[in-house]
């Protein structure tokens, strides 16, 4: 079965540095997500993606955030100037189209000292 | 804005049992719920989506239910064994962008 795969696993990183997040969704998917994690806490929407544009953002995505699909399967998730509290799992997701059910990758932690 | 309560304390049952997760939302009824579930590290995989015109909805053990007069899901396992241990997630769409917002998730422990 298809499946949505993130690149790295785990992600150390220094407060101030930039960090990209790699995702290659399901191929014949359309709609793109990133959600995120804090230890303990409940996943949180970050952006959506569509017809290579956000469709709607958190306000979490500020503009610390970027999203790119720079080619035809990979979805990115660059994050600025990164803070200690950006520490997370860093979910991206696919799916059919927006009534669809979403389908995971199995995220990137993402750990800033 | 809608929000989406699920029991944040842990359910143990015993092996064979039926668990039974609930989902609580505000304001007006979602067009449909979807549970997913997830495992400690992983992502969270969905199970079931039921829409607001249907009663209940079911996947070999898993049923869901949708009450839009108590505003509540229920999530039923039947026949619980420990590997349906992990933490499961009730979601809704609020827009027409696909977002879905989820709950904070109840984990359930299955004791063999």
């Known amino acids: 079965e298809p499946e949505v795969t993130q690149t790295p696993s785990h992600q150390v990183t220094q407060m101030g540095q930039e960090v990209i997040l790699r995702c290659v969704p399901i191929?014949?998917?359309?709609?793109f997500y990133w959600y995120r994690q804090i230890l303990g806490q409940k996943v949180e929407f970050l952006v959506s993606?569509?017809?290579?544009?956000?469709?709607?953002k958190s306000e979490i995505f500020d503009d610390q955030f970027s999203v790119e699909r720079p080619d035809g399967s990979n979805f990115t998730l660059k994050i600025r100037s990164t803070k200690l509290e950006d520490s997370a799992m860093y979910f991206c997701?696919?799916?059919?189209?927006?009534?669809?059910?979403?389908?995971f990758g199995n995220g990137t932690r993402l750990t800033v000292t | 804005s809608q929000k989406i309560e699920q029991n944040s304390e842990a359910l143990n049952i015993q092996e064979g049992k039926t668990a039974t997760l609930t989902c609580n939302y505000t304001?007006?009824?979602?067009?449909?719920l979807q549970w997913y579930r997830q495992d400690p590290g992983r992502g969270p995989v969905f199970l079931l989506l039921?829409?607001?015109?249907?009663k209940e909805k079911r996947k070999e053990r898993l049923k869901v239910t949708f009450d839009t007069t108590l505003k509540q899901s229920l999530f039923h396992i039947t026949a619980s064994q420990p590997a349906d241990s992990a933490t499961y997630l009730c979601?809704?769409?609020?827009?027409?962008?696909?977002?879905?917002?989820f709950g904070q998730g109840t984990t359930l422990q299955v004791k063999p």
């Open positions: 997701a696919s799916s059919e189209d927006r009534n669809s059910p979403l389908h």
């Open positions: 191929s014949n998917h359309l709609y």
């Open positions: 993606f569509y017809n290579n544009e956000i469709s709607e």
């Open positions: 304001n007006y009824s979602p067009a449909y």
């Open positions: 039921i829409r607001e015109n249907e």
């Open positions: 979601a809704h769409s609020s827009s027409n962008t696909g977002k879905l917002i």
